[in-house]
């Protein structure tokens, strides 16, 4: 079965960084556009970062300048760098993967951004 496992989050002080990790295993990885993201207690979860086969990124406005998503086809594993973290990105981040059945989700990590 497909399986996306995150992790890497935890609780850090605003300004602070944070990479994530999700390792995704039983799915064509090279070939996948990958995603993460968030939601925010109370809130829809939103589309954070993606990139695709070739390495063409995309960035929601809330997070451009500060995230960087990656991948590392050989370790079939994407990243999310988290710098100058801010309360407002507290949330729980999830990966997925156009590669991945749709409503599939994993169990996320936990960032916790404090003021």
């Given at each position: ?10 609780l850090?002080q605003?300004g602070?960084?944070l990479r994530?990790?999700?390792a995704?295993?039983r799915?064509?990885f090279s070939i ?13 979860r ?5 990139i ?14 500060r995230?960087?998503?990656s ?8 990243y ?17 993967s ?17 003021s």
């Amino acid at each position: 079965q497909v399986q996306l496992v995150e992790s890497g989050g935890g609780l850090v002080q605003a300004g602070g960084s944070l990479r994530l990790s999700c390792a995704a295993s039983r799915i064509s990885f090279s070939i996948s556009t990958m995603a993460w993201y968030r939601q925010a207690p109370g809130k829809q979860r939103e589309l954070v970062a993606t990139i695709n086969s070739a390495g063409s990124t995309n960035y929601a406005d809330s997070v451009k300048g500060r995230f960087t998503i990656s991948r590392d086809n050989a370790k079939n594993t994407v990243y999310l760098q988290m710098n100058s973290l801010e309360p407002e990105d507290t949330a729980v981040y999830y990966c997925n993967s156009n590669m991945v059945r749709a409503g599939y989700w994993g169990q996320g990590t936990q960032v916790t951004v404090s003021s």
